[in-house]
């Protein structure tokens, strides 16, 4: 079972990056980001960045809100990133990811975990990207420290591509 799962995930990765969707240059932009973690919502605005020789897809992130500021750091590596439909510029993703995380807030708090990043990805023209994507988390907070954190953050952006 072991062998099977190891065989199933290098062929996701070699068929994946072999139909890539989204271009090998540098893209920048902006992400809006809701989420839903443990009973609390949220959003936030995020800058986004793709280097061209860099396989990771990054965001920045910060939102405030009466009581404090949230700011954060994520990167994912996707694993499929394949054309849906060639012809209209819709593709798709699926990758794994990691974030840090640090609320300036009584009381501050860091936390991290892990990510599982999927979406649409509609390319209208080739240097202009919308992407709509859930990004399913599971995280550890440090102050106060509990284990599992669990959150669904919704991802809507833009980039460019250079």
Known sequence: MKKLLITMVFA????????????????????????Y???SHYGGAALTLKFAKN??????????WEGGVYIAVSGD????DQALVKEAGLGWYFGIGGYVGLTLADP???????RLPVGLSWMPVKFFEI???????LGINLNPFYFPTFGVPLELGIRVWF
Do not use: D
């Open 12 to 35: 996701v990765i070699i068929t994946g990056t072999a139909f890539a969707q989204h271009p090998k240059g540098t893209g920048i932009g902006g992400m809006w980001t809701g989420s």
């Open 37 to 39: 973690w443990w009973g």
């Open 131 to 137: 992407f709509l994507g859930l990004t399913p988390s």
């Open 108 to 114: 501050a708090n860091a936390h991290f975990g892990a």
């Open 77 to 80: 590596k996707y694993f499929i």
């Open 55 to 64: 396989p990771l897809f990054w965001a920045i992130q910060a939102h405030g």
